[in-house]
Structures are given as structure tokens and as C-alpha cells.
């Protein structure tokens, strides 16, 4: 069974920085595209970016875009989010997520992220 677990968040000021990691275990993922999504207070959970395990090729929205950067380590099982010049907007809990095929099977418990002005 697949198992990802979220660590590195925390309280950060606005232009401060943070790297979230993503540990994956249960099976190989070289199949897979691992995804960062975010969900604020109130609000729907949103994607922010994703990466292929195999190629390394990755995808952000447009609001993250140059400020964060998606990355795996193939030997830890590990999927990093890379977040600099934080915003309180970036305020939210972050999960991580895992695709093989057409949906988002696997999900992380996610893990806070507050960003103060």
C-alpha cells in the first residue's frame, strides 16, 4: 500500500522560505507523478505543482511559478516543495499527492504552512 507523509511545514514571514518533503513508501514510483496541492481556510484545495518521477519533468500554477520549485530524490523516495518568497497567501496546508493513470489515488495527511506579514 502507498504511504506518503508530509513534514517541513511551519510559520514563516512573508518573503521567508520553507522546504515541504514528501516521503513516499510501499511500492516503486517510477510510474507515478507525484503532485503538491493546497487547501486554505474556506477554501477548495488547489494544485500547485507536480513532478514525473521518471523524467523529472514538472509542472506549476501560475501563482507559484518562479517561486517554487518541485524536486525528487530517486534514492530516498522523496518529493520536495521548494518555497521562497513566501506571501500570506501561500497561507495553507499543503499535501502531497500521487497519480499513476488518470486520478490522484494516494494522499499525504498534509502538513500547515503560515505565512505572516
Known amino acids: 500500500q502507498v504511504q506518503l507523509v508530509e513534514s517541513g511545514g511551519g510559520l514563516v514571514q512573508a518573503g521567508g522560505s520553507l522546504r515541504l518533503s514528501c516521503a513516499a513508501s510501499?511500492?516503486?514510483?517510477?510510474?507515478?507523478?507525484m503532485g503538491w496541492f493546497r487547501q486554505a481556510p474556506g477554501k477548495e484545495r488547489d494544485f500547485v505543482a507536480r513532478?514525473?518521477?521518471?523524467?523529472?519533468?514538472?509542472y506549476y500554477a501560475n501563482s507559484v511559478q518562479g517561486r517554487f520549485t518541485v524536486s525528487r530524490d530517486n534514492a530516498k523516495n522523496t518529493v520536495y516543495l521548494q518555497m521562497n518568497s513566501l506571501k500570506p497567501e501561500d497561507t495553507a496546508v499543503y499535501y502531497c499527492?500521487?497519480?499513476?493513470?488518470?486520478?490522484?489515488?494516494?494522499w499525504g495527511q498534509g502538513t500547515q504552512v503560515t505565512v505572516s506579514s
Open positions: 499527492a500521487a497519480r499513476s493513470g488518470s486520478g490522484w489515488s494516494t
Open positions: 513532478i514525473n518521477w521518471s523524467s523529472g519533468s514538472t
Open positions: 510501499g511500492r516503486t514510483f517510477s510510474s507515478y507523478t
